[in-house]
């Protein structure tokens, strides 16, 4: 990818049962497609959603910090 071409867009699928996401899923547009088509066919009972995820979305989750997290090596 160089400096010029476009950011892909990222989607995030959700499954749901009722109003309870059971399956969530963030990936690039056509990643995204296909895995929504899957899931509605395995889940044709259930919501599938599939929005766009904004640029100022950090994404799921948090980021394990560079450091060690426990100060004694296991034996």
Do not use: N
């Amino acid at each position: 990818m160089s400096a010029g071409d476009p950011v892909p867009q990222r989607r995030r699928v959700r499954v749901w049962f009722g109003d309870h996401v059971v399956a969530d899923y963030r990936a690039e547009a056509e990643l995204a497609e296909r895995y929504a088509e899957a899931m509605s066919r395995r889940f044709a009972g259930l919501r599938v959603t599939s929005d766009p995820i904004p640029d100022t979305d950090p994404g799921p989750g948090r980021v394990l910090p560079g450091e060690r997290l426990w100060e004694v090596a296991p034996k």
